[in-house]
C-alpha cells in the first residue's frame, strides 16, 4: 500500500509540473535583445551620503595612518578614497617641490662658495 501511494504522488506531482510547462509561453531558443536608440552611458558617479574624510592642509605620515573609510556595499567608499588620494597627492607635489628649491639653493650657494 506504502508503494502504492508513493507511485500516485510522483504522478501527481509530475502532471502538474507538466500542466505548468505547457501553459508557458514558447520562445524560440537563443538571446533576442532589443535594440535601442540612444547611446549606453558608463556608470554614474556615486553621491556621497557620508561626510568626507578630512585631513588637516598639510598632512604627515601620522595623519595618514589615522584615516579610515566607511566600508560600502563592495569594499571602501571610491568617493572617499579618491578625496583623500587627491589631498595626499597635493601635498606630495607641494613637498617635491620645496624639495627641488632647497637643492637648487644649495647647489646655488656652493657654486658661489667656490
Do not use: W
Not at 578630512?54 to 572617499?80: M, T, W
Not at 579618491?82 to 646655488?108: F, P, Q, Y
Amino acid at each position: 500500500m506504502p508503494f502504492f501511494l508513493i507511485a500516485l504522488a510522483i504522478l501527481c506531482v509530475g502532471g502538474v509540473a507538466l500542466l505548468i510547462s505547457s501553459q508557458r509561453k514558447s520562445t524560440p531558443a537563443g538571446r533576442h535583445f532589443e535594440s535601442i536608440d540612444e547611446p549606453i552611458v558608463g556608470l554614474v558617479e556615486h553621491e556621497a551620503s557620508l561626510p568626507p574624510v578630512l585631513l588637516p592642509e598639510h598632512p604627515r605620515a601620522n595623519d595618514i595612518n589615522a584615516v579610515k573609510f566607511s566600508l560600502g556595499f563592495r569594499g571602501y567608499r571610491c568617493d572617499q578614497v579618491d578625496d583623500t588620494l587627491d589631498v595626499l597627492s597635493a601635498e606630495i607635489s607641494r613637498l617635491e617641490n620645496t624639495i627641488r628649491d632647497m637643492e637648487s639653493r644649495r647647489v646655488i650657494s656652493d657654486t658661489t662658495q667656490n
